[in-house]
């Protein structure tokens, strides 16, 4: 419900998994308490309303420090940018590998990991190999999407 409207999900499953674990509850169950589910609303909601202020007001300056260190030396631009993306994949690889005590149950966020992953090194060759240009800009939702979908299957097939 949340998702179609403000907020993306690198920011909105954490804040949904911690106000569930402070609430007794887990997202990895069924949500059938008013005061669970209200919980949850509120805490995403009004943890996303900062950025609303903060990013227009502090985006210019932090567009440029990210420019500068580019500009000097694109090689450690490069690095920058890449652990960034490299804290942001931890940070999910640790809630993914976390629900591993979780039983069986707890092994389907792996194994739809492992799917998009497959799906992406695919969609990977095919670009290379096939010279289809436009696939590089598609392979990353099209391999979200896949494993997304195929992530029914998986809950199905084994919780």
């Known amino acids: 419900m949340r998702l179609n409207t403000l907020g993306a999900i690198t920011y909105e499953l954490p804040a949904a998994e911690m106000a569930a674990s402070a609430a007794g509850a887990s997202l990895s169950m069924r949500i059938t308490d008013p005061r669970v589910y209200t919980t949850i609303i509120w805490a995403m909601t ?3 309303i900062p950025p609303l202020f903060l990013v ?27 652990a960034l993306f490299l804290g942001m994949i931890s940070a999910f690889l640790g809630m993914i590998f976390s629900r591993i005590g979780e039983g069986i149950t707890g092994w389907i966020p792996v194994f739809v990991m492992l799917c998009s992953a497959v799906i992406m090194a695919v969609l990977g060759i095919i670009y290379k190999k096939g010279k289809i240009a ?7 939702p099209l391999s979200m999407l896949s494993a997304m979908a195929l992530s029914i299957p998986i809950t199905m097939a084994i919780g």
């Not at 227009?56 to 920058?80: C, T």
């Not at 436009?134 to 990353?140: D, G, I, P, S, V």
């Open 46 to 48: 009004l943890g996303i």
């Open 134 to 140: 436009w696939l590089e800009n598609y392979a990353l």
């Open 56 to 82: 227009p007001l502090f985006i210019k300056k932090i567009q440029s420090g990210v420019v500068k260190v580019g500009a000097k030396d694109k090689r450690w631009g490069e690095i920058f940018m890449t």
